[in-house]
């Protein structure tokens, strides 16, 4: 592993929505940054609003993936992703014991930043993107199974679950990246994200983390699409190397 | 503020697709007419509930001699009525595939989009027999029209059968109007559903949807 590997910038707010409100829940997304010697990974998780337990499933998902890369990160294997996925939900279903999977089903958008580049993986809805340096978006391939606000996620077993990756995409190559849950996602069109992170990371490079923090808590809170419900959570993070 | 000016200011629409009988048997003790009136009272209503959690889209799928789109999906409240007549055949399978596809197509029904709501009523047979079976099963197996709530009423000598298969794996039972009143008191029973999920915080949640242990006669207060 390259000790020298630089540590991206980031920011990250995630607020309650009306839904929950009117319905004294607390908010069912999360997310989380872990810097370690092996990279960065940034984290965003949105518990299914039907299900009793389902902040505490997107919680331990944060978690279950950190458990994930120190595991595979043991093994010094990092760059084959995708044979990893499967042991994010064992991790979660240890997490979340004595709970049941069904109680806390989440979706679950990580970005990963290592030496071998920028990793990007799925399960369920959201948006997770990539922006490239040339002004291209990178994004999984879209999933025909989710539509109007249905999804999947760590928990459901009642169908095949299918993690959507993209990477390594070499570090250089890349501008930005952003991960969303449906309740931002759901209100942006695709074609503007591109510009989104450009004048995200202009905007918020210049703060320090607490500032960043609560610039962004507050555009969250000011959501201006009409009666919007869901919680909202966006993570951004850039290497300033990149920008 | 970097956000707000990327994010959408319109409302998440809830679409209402109709996919109505208009062939010439409903020109017969005057459903036609009263087809267009629960129609348009129920677009009327709708237009009321513009300040809750989403916007109502109404679309209209005709078949009568041909399937046609009468009213492309549209805000309500933007929908000026153009009453329907009654002529021709009944081509249920072509009504159907032309509903598949509006609903699968993502330039007129978002992902954002809440699932929509869709309605078949009928007085008749399929005349298209060997298309619309297949034309029903790929509706209910296409990946957005089968996630739909589903509503489906019969009117006078229809075919139970067609229906049933229409609103198969959900726990919808066939409206049965024996009578033009009915069809009405129909129409007033799905406004009530689709008004019930804009009001409520989780539009898309079966929870919101009537209890389906209705009174298949329609004899039962709405």
């Not at chain 1, 540590?7 to 004294?24: H, L, Q, T």
């Amino acid at each position: 592993m390259n000790r020298k590997l630089d540590k991206p910038e980031y920011v990250g707010a995630s607020v309650r929505g009306p839904s929950n409100a009117a319905r004294k829940n607390l908010k069912q997304d999360a997310w989380d940054v872990f810097h370690r010697r092996w990279g960065t990974l940034g984290i965003v998780c949105d518990g299914l609003g039907s299900k009793p337990k389902s902040r505490l499933g997107a919680l331990a998902a944060c978690l279950a993936v950190k458990d994930m890369v120190n595991q595979v990160d043991q093994m010094n294997s990092l760059a084959n992703l995708e044979s990893h996925l499967n042991s994010i939900e064992q991790n979660w279903l240890d997490r979340i014991h004595p709970h049941t999977p069904n109680d806390c089903m989440t979706t679950c958008l990580f970005s990963l930043y290592t030496e071998e580049g920028w990793f990007g993986a799925q399960l369920g809805d959201g948006f997770l993107g990539a922006l490239l340096t040339d002004g291209n978006i990178v994004t999984c391939a879209p999933d025909a199974e989710l539509t109007f606000n249905l999804t999947h996620g760590l928990g459901d077993f009642s169908q095949v679950k299918t993690w959507r990756i993209f990477g390594p995409l070499p570090a250089n190559d890349v501008h930005s990246f952003i991960l969303a849950t449906d309740g931002v996602s759901d209100d942006i069109l695709l074609e503007n994200y591109p510009m989104l992170l450009e004048e995200l990371v202009k905007e918020y490079q210049p703060l320090i983390q607490m500032k960043r923090y609560q610039l962004l808590r507050r555009e969250l809170w000011d959501w201006p699409t009409p009666h919007h419900l869901d919680d909202k959570t966006l993570l951004a993070l850039w290497s300033t190397k990149s920008t | 503020m970097a956000l707000k000016k990327f994010v959408m200011a319109e409302a998440r629409p809830l679409p209402v697709l109709l996919i109505l009988d208009v062939s010439g048997s409903m020109s017969v003790d005057g459903n036609i007419d009263t087809l267009n009136q629960a129609v348009k009272e129920m677009i009327d209503e709708f237009t009321k509930q513009e300040d809750h959690q989403a916007e109502i889209h109404v679309g209209i799928i005709t078949f009568g001699g041909q399937a046609r789109i009468h009213q492309q999906l549209t805000p309500a409240s933007e929908i000026t009525w153009t009453p329907m007549g009654a002529t021709g055949t009944t081509p249920f399978g072509a009504a159907i595939d032309a509903a598949r596809e509006m609903i699968e197509d993502e330039q007129i029904i978002p992902s954002r989009a809440y699932r929509p709501t869709i309605v078949v009523v009928t007085d008749g047979q399929p005349t298209d027999e060997g298309y619309w079976e297949t034309a029903l099963d790929n509706f209910l197996t296409s990946p957005r029209a089968s996630k739909a709530f589903r509503f489906a009423m019969g009117i006078g000598d229809y075919d139970r059968g067609v229906l049933e298969s229409f609103l198969k794996e959900t726990e919808m039972q066939v409206f049965e109007a024996t009578d033009s009143t009915k069809i009405a008191k129909f129409f007033h029973f799905v406004t009530m559903s689709v008004s019930t999920r804009v009001m409520s915080k989780s539009p898309d949640s079966p929870d919101t949807l009537p209890d389906p242990r209705f009174d298949a006669d329609l004899d039962g207060e709405f």
